[in-house]
Antibody, heavy 122, light 107 residues
Framework: QVTLKESGPVLVKPTETLTLTCTVSGFSLSNARMGVSWIRQPPGKALEWLAH???????SYSTSLKSRLTISKDTSKSQVVLTMTNMDPVDTATYYC??????????????WGRGTLVTVSS | SYELTQPPSVSVSPGQTARITCSGDALPKQYAYWYQQKPGQAPVLVIYKDSERPSGIPERFSGSSSGTTVTLTISGVQAEDEADYYCQSADSSGPVVFGGGTKLTVL
């Protein structure tokens, strides 16, 4: 069974750095043409893509958030980690990780984790 | 980056056909994807590469593309189809873009 599970702090203070971990099972992060993405959704709002990393370690970031984001993977641990610096209350959202099962001149997400709600407040 | 535009809401009666559109200048060159999100749940892929349906998705879900607009069609809408629907597009060099979402109400 293929699953993705997000973990990380529920509450962070403004200006702090957020570190989220996506632990996957049922597939390998080294599989060809596979990857993992992070996507967030503020309460009551639309989905917003943040970053993704492919099995070949190629990375891509949201243009508007690129300066604050770092994505990495540990294939041996089946984990993908996202860090976001200088957190602000507007970053309050449910953060999802999602699997990229195929890509080329296209990217899409065939399976999603359940998400983790992160609140930014002092 | 570019934008994908969806209507905020669509309403249909059970058994009727719902059509949700998504418009974007890049859509003639890039595939579109559709996700269904029910309250409190993660999104689920319902259409990929404009018109392909993943396994396990009912046949009443279909997708089409024409110029700068793609359409998600749900034939014979059921109460369980009430949800938010998001379109998405991208190329492998990034960025990935989501539409603003459409709330489907089954009357």
């Amino acid at each position: 069974q293929v699953t993705l599970k997000e973990s990380g702090p529920v509450l962070v203070k403004p200006t702090e750095t957020l570190t989220l971990t996506c632990t996957v099972s049922g597939f390998s992060l080294s599989n060809a043409r596979m990857g993992v993405s992070w996507i967030r959704q503020p309460p009551g709002k639309a989905l917003e893509w943040l970053a993704h990393i492919f099995s070949n370690d190629e990375k891509s970031y949201s243009t508007s958030l690129k300066s604050r984001l770092t994505i990495s993977k540990d294939t041996s641990k089946s984990q993908v980690v996202l860090t976001m610096t200088n957190m602000d209350p507007v970053d309050t959202a449910t953060y999802y990780c999602a699997r990229i099962n195929d890509y080329g001149d296209y990217v899409y997400f065939d399976l999603w984790g359940r998400g983790t709600l992160v609140t930014v407040s002092s | 980056s570019y934008e994908l535009t969806q209507p905020p809401s669509v309403s249909v009666s059970p058994g009727q056909t719902a059509r949700i559109t998504c418009s974007g200048d890049a859509l003639p060159k890039q595939y579109a994807y559709w996700y269904q999100q029910k309250p409190g749940q993660a999104p689920v892929l319902v259409i990929y590469k404009d018109s392909e349906r993943p396994s396990g998705i009912p046949e009443r879900f279909s997708g089409s593309s024409s110029g700068t607009t793609v359409t998600l069609t749900i034939s014979g809408v059921q109460a369980e189809d009430e949800a938010d629907y998001y379109c998405q597009s991208a190329d492998s060099s990034g960025p990935v873009v989501f539409g603003g979402g459409t709330k489907l109400t089954v009357l």
